[in-house]
T-cell receptor, first 113, second 117 residues
Framework: DGGITQSPKYLFRKEGQNVTLSCEQN?????MYWYRQDPGQGLRLIYY???????QKGDIAEGYSVSREKKESFPLTVTSAQKNPTAFYLC????????????FGSGTRLTVV | AQKITQTQPGMFVQEKEAVTLDCTYD???????LFWYKQPSSGEMIFLIY??????QNATEGRYSLNFQKARKSANLVISASQLGDSAMYFC??????????????FGKGTKLSVIP
């Protein structure tokens, strides 16, 4: 079945470490997105990519980095520059156009220890 | 710029009753799509219903319907015959029809719905 796979489901990071969250889709979607969600809050856009080897910053890109070397994959690295990384991270993909919503992964919960 | 406003941080509804979750939006795009997602405590985002800006009729999907009032820029979600499993966060979202807006979904802050037995 087609869908988006995020891994791991839970991730613990020590202070000063970089960690990478995985996001893979087999829906043949061009666009992929990363969102951050804090408790009781809405979704804030970190980065998005419309096509392979191209990506743009969202509203809260500082302290994060991404790559898009393959259409199917859009990993997110949370760097040590991100001062408050504890949050729930959601990856999504979509077809271009206003009539299409996103397909979401099941999320990764990152905790700094 | 696009903006979604959900003014109800939390709501309660009695089981089997209907409930309306409010959503207003702002955009300069003539073509856009409106979406509602449900997020249970597990965190997954579940697509519920879609309404296109040019659609003449309100969208319906089972117990979900969207009360679309274009002149008022509102897209309220109506859940009929609430069930305990409807307890979750609900997000309204919009996607524009051109430029960068055609890629991005803009989300509201969400409404937490609690269904009371």
């Amino acid at each position: 079945d087609g869908g988006i796979t995020q891994s791991p489901k839970y991730l613990f990071r020590k202070e000063g470490q970089n960690v990478t969250l995985s996001c893979e889709q087999n829906l043949n979607h061009d666009a992929m997105y990363w969102y951050r969600q804090d408790p009781g809050q809405g979704l804030r856009l970190i980065y998005y990519s419309q096509i392979v080897n191209d990506f743009q910053k969202g509203d809260i890109a500082e302290g994060y980095s991404v790559s898009r070397e393959k259409k199917e994959s859009f990993p997110l690295t949370v760097t040590s520059a991100q001062k408050n990384p504890t949050a729930f991270y959601l990856c999504a993909s979509s077809i271009r156009g206003p009539t299409y919503g996103y397909t979401f992964g099941s999320g990764t919960r990152l905790t700094v220890v | 710029a696009q903006k979604i406003t959900q003014t109800q941080p939390g709501m309660f509804v009695q089981e089997k009753e209907a409930v309306t979750l409010d959503c207003t939006y702002d955009t300069s795009d003539p073509s856009y799509g409106l979406f509602w997602y449900k997020q249970p405590s597990s965190g997954e985002m579940i697509f519920l219903i879609y309404q296109g800006s040019y659609d003449q009729q309100n969208a319906t999907e089972g117990r979900y319907s969207l009360n679309f009032q274009k002149a008022r820029k509102s897209a309220n979600l109506v859940i009929s015959a609430s069930q305990l499993g409807d307890s979750a966060m609900y997000f309204c979202a919009m996607r524009g029809g051109s430029g960068a807006g055609s890629y991005q979904l803009t989300f509201g802050k969400g409404t937490k719905l609690s269904v009371i037995p």
